[in-house]
């Protein structure tokens, strides 16, 4: 009996490859299978950790805006500044100090302002280094020094500030003085105790050696310079006071008295102080004749003129050594010059010898 043939299977058949061996099978898998993520096992549960409080920021500093700087500040730096600061003070300092120093000359301590060298020299320094009321005191005294003997006093009003000696005289006197040169000018206006009468003084300190000063001082005498109206100092007029209206057209007389011992020249000029125009002016030793009837003889202006011309002067000399024949002495006492600048006569008709020790000429008495 022959055995039954086995169904043919997959593989089989004279399609089958390999020559009909038979094939493996297959395992079947689900389409949805093949996608499907590797399972992986939950991790363990962890309690949430709570996160560490972190400190607040520290406030953030603060720098103050620097100063506006300034157009001109481009370039500078701080210690520029400061050395600018240092420098001011310093200056400010030293002058503190000398303005003191000058106050205390002004006061007139002599303690604390520097000796004066005495002699023609010393008396360059005289106009900064004596104290202006020492110079130019407050109140002149002038005892017999007016009109018949009457006494006089004066009152200072106005001084003007030390300078040059631009404008400070007519032209010709100007041109005459120019052969001592000008240094340093200083002047002071008075007024008499009525107020009716302004007077201003004058300390022109030169250049000058002691033969420019001999030879100037001849001049003057020789050709009459003293008595000519087209060679006369000019008035200080001082604003607010009582000489505010005195000028060139008021003046009425003066004195110009140019010094051997000391390299100054002192005058004065005298005026009305209610401003009136005098057409007549006449020099002091002119105007101080007896028998004079111009307004300023009339008036005592040329009085004024010369006896505080005389009393500045003398308080000149008494600060630089004496070196005139009043120095040492009272300036508010002693005869004042007469006619041709020289000592007047005294009382009993003896004459007051000058410095040469020659007498003064007699004046001619008008009243015989």
């Known amino acids: 009996m022959t055995a039954p043939k086995p169904a043919p299977g997959r593989g089989e058949g004279p399609g089958a490859p390999n020559g009909g061996a038979p094939l493996e099978p297959v395992q079947q898998t689900h389409p949805a299978d093949s996608i499907r993520p590797p399972h992986h096992p939950a991790p363990p549960s962890v309690p949430p950790r709570t996160p560490a409080a972190v400190p607040a920021p520290p406030p953030p500093s603060v720098t103050p805006a620097p100063p506006p700087r300034r157009p001109g500040d481009a370039g500078r730096s701080p210690l520029g500044a400061r050395t600018v600061a240092a420098a001011a003070c310093l200056v400010l300092g030293i002058g503190l100090l000398g303005g003191a120093g000058a106050g205390a000359w002004l006061t007139g301590d002599s303690s604390e302002r520097p000796g004066l060298d005495k002699g023609f020299d010393g008396a360059r320094a005289a106009w900064h280094q004596v104290p202006v009321d020492t110079l130019f005191p407050r109140t002149l005294k002038g005892k017999g020094a007016g009109p018949g003997g009457a006494d006089r006093d004066w009152t200072r009003v106005a001084v003007a500030p030390a300078g040059g000696c631009s404008h400070a005289f007519d032209p010709l006197l100007a041109k005459a003085l120019s ?6 000018l200083v002047r002071a206006t008075y007024a008499d105790e009525t107020t009716s009468s302004v007077t201003t003084v004058g300390l022109l300190f030169t250049k000058a050696d002691p033969e420019a000063m001999s030879d100037l001082r001849k001049r003057f005498a020789t050709e009459n310079l003293t008595e000519r109206t087209d060679l006369m100092p000019r008035p200080y007029a001082g604003r607010g006071t009582v000489a505010a209206d005195f000028g060139d057209a008021q003046r009425a007389s003066w004195t110009v008295h140019v010094l051997e011992d000391a390299p100054v020249v002192v005058y004065s000029v005298s005026g009305f102080a209610d401003g009136r125009v005098v057409s007549d002016p006449q020099s002091a030793s002119d105007a101080t004749r007896k028998g004079e009837t111009s307004a300023a003889a009339q008036a005592g202006l040329g009085h004024d003129a010369q006896g505080i011309a005389d009393r500045v002067e003398r308080g000149l000399h008494k600060e630089t050594a004496g070196a005139g024949p009043e120095s040492g ?3 508010d006492s002693g005869a004042d010059r007469g006619s041709e ?18 007498a003064a000429p007699e004046e001619k008495d008008e009243r015989r």
Not at 179 to 184: F, I, K, N, Q, T
Not at 341 to 358: C, I, R, V
């Open 179 to 184: 052969a001592v040169g000008c240094s340093r």
């Open 341 to 358: 600048g020289k000592p007047a006569p005294e009382k009993d008709g003896k004459q007051a010898p000058e410095k040469d020790g020659k």
């Open 329 to 331: 002495g009272d300036p």
